[in-house]
């Protein structure tokens, strides 16, 4: 089974921290992906990476930054949190079908 | 523009009852598509998909879906519904022809009622 692992589930910070968000995979899957979920609104694309070191903007990457250092690894970065970006954060890896981990409820206060 | 609409926020059936969740997309090509579902505060787990040949894909937990190009639906299906299908379920298209994204619809919101 592909194992898709976001390192926390809950995640509480304050207004202007840096924040890290962390997804490894163990399938070696090229395509990695940061979804943004919430209510009414689905899944917005923040940014994807089709290979280590590359990235791409999804639809809404304002206010956030990846890194992508080892295939295994793509990391959400969240420069300055503000209270907008609280949010459930899911992580998904995948060539042709995408795989999700269990995402991240972060929220800034 | 690669776009996926799910017109149905939110649906109630009974218990038993037939269902079928509504999913349209808009792309250039070909589409990859996929039906999710995501249980409270879980991710989100494939259900089905279809790549290509027969347009009637089968699914896990008794799941089925339509492909019809001409009407660009993939609509969900299931004869009778269990309490344990509430959940959020999610369509998506994937363009793999633009660097491998998959696009997501906005949910559909299941509550299954005794």
């Known amino acids: 089974d592909v194992k898709v692992t976001q390192s926390s589930r809950y995640l509480v910070k304050r207004t202007g921290e840096k924040v890290f968000l962390e997804c490894v995979q163990d399938m070696d899957h090229e395509n990695m992906f940061w979804y943004r979920q919430d209510p009414g609104l689905g899944l917005r694309l923040i940014y994807f990476s089709y290979d280590v070191k590359m990235k791409e903007k999804g639809d809404i990457p304002e206010g956030y930054s990846v890194s992508r250092e080892k295939k295994e690894r793509f990391s959400l970065i969240l420069e300055s949190a503000s209270t907008n970006q609280t949010s459930m954060y899911l992580c998904a890896t995948g060539d042709t079908e995408a795989f999700f981990g269990q995402g991240t409820r972060l929220t800034v206060v | ?114």
Do not use: M
């Open chain 2, 1 to 114: 523009a690669q776009s996926v609409t799910q017109p149905d926020i939110h649906i109630t059936v009974s218990e038993g009852a037939s269902l079928e969740l509504r999913c349209n997309y808009s792309y250039g090509a070909t589409p990859y598509l996929f039906w999710y579902v995501q249980s409270p505060g879980q991710g989100l787990q494939l259900l089905l998909k279809y790549f290509s040949g027969d347009t009637l894909v089968q699914g896990i937990k008794g799941f089925e879906a339509e492909f019809k190009r001409s009407q660009s639906s993939f609509n969900l299906r299931k004869p009778s519904v269990h309490w344990s299908d509430a959940a959020e379920y999610f369509c998506a298209v994937g363009a793999f022809n633009t660097g491998n994204q998959f696009y997501f619809g906005t949910g559909t919101s299941l509550t299954v009622i005794p």
